[in-house]
């Protein structure tokens, strides 16, 4: 590890920006660690990381299914939707059953938005658009629906735009558990002491934003890409809370659901079991 530098690598969002608010401005002691925070979108951080680009980084858990052998999940910023989650909506009333003719707008392959629908239903298919494009090309006519993630999940309607099924509300019916979508992991060679010394400094970052929570939305507001004050603090509170702080057995068991149903639905090809950092 070079001079203890540690690259945090995540999402340009307002969740994400809100975990992360203590570390990137300096608010905690990190010493001896420096920290840089490297903003990309999910799908290009979970290719980066099925190379080993960043010490930590924000990952799908689809994504985590590639790359465990060079990462542990940290116990701790996990965004896990009670009842709601990422959903597929179109421009015009379709019924999921219609699903399968329809061109399909996706926010990429690694990403549990899309393990979500392949579950939901394998034969389903889409073309990778950048997430935030997903909603304008649909409304430009070039897809009939799109799997959306992130705040077009509370912005969808606006653009007159119709829900054709909510993945987290699905899976909360079908499973009687949150749905995980992403977490944190970090780099299993960085060695036990710095995984540890992370992991907490992690965690003191989510805990302080909690504790600031005012501070650290009026940070959050420079990614909320359109987002109004309201919807910014509602979204926020979606995906940073008490599940976030830590994963609870509820989180954990949620986890090994999502890919022990992929699994037996032949999605991923082997079992794949969680390792959380200790």
């Known amino acids: 590890m070079k001079k203890n530098l540690i690259r945090i690598a995540h999402s340009p969002d307002s969740d994400d920006a809100f975990m992360f608010y203590a570390l990137a401005t300096g608010k905690l002691n990190s010493h001896p660690y420096r920290f840089e925070h490297v903003l990309k ?7 980066a990381a099925m ?27 996990a965004s896990i939707g009670r009842g709601y989650g990422p959903m597929v909506v179109s421009r015009h009333r379709l019924k999921p059953s219609e699903l399968r003719k329809a061109k399909l707008a996706i926010p990429g392959k690694l990403t549990t938005a899309f393990l979500a629908l392949k579950i939901y239903d394998p034969e389903l298919e889409g073309e990778v658009v950048a997430f935030d494009q997903i909603i304008p090309e ?47 992991v970090i780099r299993r060679d960085l060695g036990a002491k710095a995984i540890s ?82």
């Not at 979108?41 to 290719?47: G, K, P």
């Not at 070039?142 to 799997?147: E, F, N, R, S």
């Open 51 to 77: 190379k080993g680009v960043y010490e930590v980084s924000a990952i799908s858990f689809h994504a985590y299914a590639f790359l465990q052998g060079r990462y542990l999940l940290l116990p701790h910023g």
């Open 41 to 47: 979108d999910i799908e290009s951080l979970n290719q």
């Open 138 to 184: 649909i409304l430009a006519g070039k897809y009939d629906a799109g799997l959306i993630i992130h705040e077009g999940q509370l912005t969808y309607a606006e653009d007159g735009l119709e829900k054709v099924v909510d993945l987290g509300e699905w899976w909360q019916k079908k499973h009687s558990l949150p749905l995980p979508l992403g977490g944190n």
């Open 197 to 278: 010394d992370v992991s907490k400094l992690v965690s003191k970052s989510i805990q302080y934003g909690l504790e600031h929570r005012e501070d650290a939305l009026q940070y959050a507001a420079q990614f909320a890409r359109g987002l109004d004050p309201e919807l910014m603090d509602r979204f926020v509170a979606m995906y940073v809370n008490d599940l976030t702080v830590d994963y609870s057995d509820a989180g954990r068991k949620a986890v090994q659901a999502l890919f022990d149903e992929a699994h037996k639905r032949g999605i991923l090809a082997k079992r794949v079991i969680a390792e959380y950092a200790g």
